[in-house]
């Protein structure tokens, strides 16, 4: 079986994409897998690292409020969609799988041409506009959330879910977590995770609220994010921080941190969601305001909706944010509810049937 793996962007897109390919080699071992991302991205590095081959494109996003500025990211999709077709061609893969992030639409639309089939991922409960084009020629849409038959055709759609790392479920004791992190187990502890790039209102936030932080006697495991790590270790230094706040720009080791944590604050990115909810965290949801189609405030409304998270608006973070995180991880029932109810709407082993899709795809064309 050959098989191209096309997206990324952040690691929303690109941990999924890797739990898939796992998943694939599991089953067969003497799989060929080619993953296809965007030049410059971090799938050009995460990839690699494991295991796997990567070819960049050139593809950029679109920018939906200069139209002018997209005149240069048309010449970028002009040359990736050439390169795309030389990399089909070389590579002739069986199916074409898309994970969303900048380099599927190239790819999948390729491979669409060239008679390929295809399997689109939508990880959110919103579709994206890519997306929607790729459904036409899509021979399956393996969709999280219910519901999606609004934006795709029903015969085409399966619910698996959307996969997760698979270390997360490793075995691990909070013991060992505590003592990795150096934290106090007679304290609460907050795990934040901004995604893998940050998230700068949910950093300030943080910041200006440490006093109240210290005053109620919180530990902060804080994901500040590689861009915003020293500008966040210069103002922990001036406000004199506590030894409570342990800052990373990246956490390696995520089966420990949420081991660790009594409460997650969060973006409400699809990958993010899947992983609470495997594991049952509660959970306080800060969208990002700077996605498409706003479809992280849609997500997090399907947990809202179901007391399976509290949300707060990137607009409020700062004033109410961490207020709102003390009042939660001090009352033991809502921590519980939340914890409850965010697990009951997970959906477990979705590489594997995404897997067993690409199988009836792939045998069909056989």
């Given at each position: 079986m050959?098989?191209?793996?096309?997206?990324?962007?952040?690691?929303?897109?690109?941990?999924?994409?890797?739990?898939?390919?796992?998943?694939?080699?599991?089953?067969?071992?003497?799989?060929e897998i080619l993953f296809v991302g965007a030049e410059d991205r971090m799938e050009m590095t995460r990839v690699p690292a494991a295991g796997y081959k990567i070819v960049g494109l050139?593809?950029?996003?679109?920018?939906?409020?200069?139209?002018?500025?997209?005149?240069?990211?048309?010449?970028?999709?002009?040359?990736?969609?050439?390169?795309?077709?030389?990399?089909?061609k070389t590579f002739r893969p069986d199916i074409a799988i898309g994970v969303g992030g900048y380099a599927s639409g190239p790819l999948l639309k390729i491979a669409s041409r060239n008679g390929i089939p295809t399997l689109i991922q939508e990880q959110n409960s919103?579709?994206?506009?890519?997306?929607?084009?790729?459904?036409?020629?899509?021979?399956?849409?393996?969709?999280?959330?219910?519901?999606?038959?609004?934006?795709?055709?029903?015969?085409?759609?399966?619910l698996t879910g959307n996969p997760c790392r698979q270390d997360l479920q490793s075995d691990t004791s909070l013991e060992e977590a505590m003592r990795f992190f150096e934290l106090n187990p007679m304290k609460k502890t907050i795990l934040v995770i901004g995604g893998?790039?940050?998230?700068?209102?949910?950093?300030?936030?943080?910041?200006?609220?440490?006093?109240l932080l210290a005053d109620s006697g919180i530990q902060i495991i804080w994901q500040?994010?590689?861009?915003?790590?020293?500008?966040?270790?210069?103002?922990?230094?001036?406000?004199?921080?506590?030894?409570?706040?342990?800052?990373?720009?990246?956490?390696?080791?995520?089966?420990?941190?949420?081991?660790?944590?009594d409460l997650v604050i969060s973006r409400a990115g699809a990958s993010s969601i899947s992983e609470l909810s495997l594991l049952g965290k509660a959970t306080i949801l800060v969208p990002s305001p700077n996605v498409a189609e706003d479809h992280q405030t849609k997500n997090a409304q399907a947990l809202v909706d179901h007391d399976a998270a509290v949300m707060v608006k990137d607009a409020d973070?700062?004033?109410?944010?961490?207020?709102?995180?003390?009042?939660?991880?001090?009352?033991?029932?809502?921590?519980?509810m939340l914890s409850s109810n965010i697990k009951a709407m997970a959906l477990p082993d979705s590489a594997n049937r995404i897997v067993d899709e690409i199988e009836k795809i792939v045998s069909k064309k056989a």
């Open positions: 050959r098989v191209i793996i096309s997206g990324g962007g952040t690691g929303g897109h690109i941990f999924p994409a890797i739990a898939i390919a796992n998943a694939i080699k599991l089953r067969h071992a003497d799989a050139p593809v950029a996003g679109f920018n939906r409020k200069n139209l002018l500025k997209n005149i240069p990211v048309l010449k970028k999709l002009a040359t990736s969609l050439l390169k795309a077709r030389k990399v089909v919103y579709a994206g506009v890519t997306n929607k084009l790729l459904a036409v020629k899509a021979a399956r849409i393996c969709v999280a959330y219910e519901g999606m038959e609004k934006f795709f055709p029903k015969d085409k759609i399966v893998s790039l940050g998230a700068r209102t949910i950093n300030q936030s943080i910041l200006m609220n440490l006093k500040a994010g590689e861009r915003y790590q020293h500008e966040i270790a210069l103002g922990l230094d001036t406000k004199g921080a506590t030894s409570d706040i342990h800052l990373h720009d990246f956490i390696d080791r995520m089966d420990l941190a949420y081991k660790a944590a973070a700062i004033e109410n944010l961490i207020p709102t995180a003390v009042r939660v991880i001090k009352d033991d029932s809502v921590l519980k």
